[in-house]
């Protein structure tokens, strides 16, 4: 009865919710759960088994997939929350051409992630604009008589895997994804008082010692959004690392879809999805625990 006295008295906020629940739940949480079913089951035998975590931790191309994804995770993140940080630093100034200003560092989301991904590669590709800006620079300076020696060194393979590579693809992250970084920055800012500034102006306080001890830890809030957000989305990155770099620098997403595409395998795929899925969540509890403290969600 109790349950029924609770239908009827939130009966328009039930189906208000019903169809996003419904939605979440077969399309999110079944396939997740499928997911992990498969990761667990021998695909010969049908059986439990760990069998498909020992074959990923046997091969190095995995191991690489791994190491590659904290590593764009980590610079992509530290890039973002940097920009982003200064672009709504910026944007919380009044001054002329503000509108404009800020429809341009918001074009970026407007752009799908493959058109994006095509552009860095006119950019980043061994004869692309980036490797040709390098060359006239070396050109102009061989006349002065410095980095002469620099012309073995160019072009520069950008997707040639290594740090260059992780670079152009957190960099093209960061492009595609620092707009929404700065809106939510732009927010936490705009939720600080002007009495705690003014407070701060009256003790005397410098405009560094404002940022460090007022600006930052009161943003701590929209700081903790910002980075689980991200990070969630960076972990799972899939489009650019196969754009810019394809098979030579795997990430765990690019490899899980390898693994059940290429090599039809989906439970060494599932097994993959599910190691994907639990560094998210042990990021997302380090990071709580460690550097947010319960601050920045309250």
Known sequence: MRVLNIIKKYKLE????????L?????????????????????????????NYSY???????RQAFFNTIGITLLGLSMQM???LILA???????????????????PMGVPTLVSGVALLYIFDTHGFFNELIYRIV????????????????????????????????FGDMWKVTPIVTLLLLAGLEAIPRDVYEATEIDGATTWQTFRYVTIPLLKPAFTMAVILRAVDAFRIFELPMILAGRGTP?????AF???????????????????????IIFVFLYLKYVDKGEGLT
């Open 14 to 21: 039930i189906i208000f919710i019903a169809p996003l629940t």
């Open 23 to 51: 939605y979440i739940f077969y399309f999110t949480l079944l396939p997740i759960l499928e997911t992990i079913r498969l990761s667990f089951i021998d695909r010969n035998t049908s059986e439990i088994t760990l069998a």
């Open 56 to 62: 990923l931790l046997g091969k190095s191309h995995f």
């Open 82 to 84: 940097t920009v982003g």
């Open 89 to 107: 630093l910026i944007l919380k100034k009044n001054f002329k051409g503000k509108g404009i200003f800020r429809s341009i560092i918001l074009t």
């Open 139 to 170: 050109e102009g300076l061989k006349y002065i008589g410095i980095m002469s020696e620099a012309y073995r060194f160019i072009p520069i393979d950008w997707g040639g895997g290594g740090f260059r590579t992780l670079f152009i693809i957190a």
């Open 251 to 255: 990430v765990l997403a690019t490899y």
């Open 258 to 280: 390898e693994e059940f595409r290429v090599y039809n395998n989906p439970n060494v795929s599932g097994a993959a999805s599910t190691i994907l899925l639990i560094l998210i």
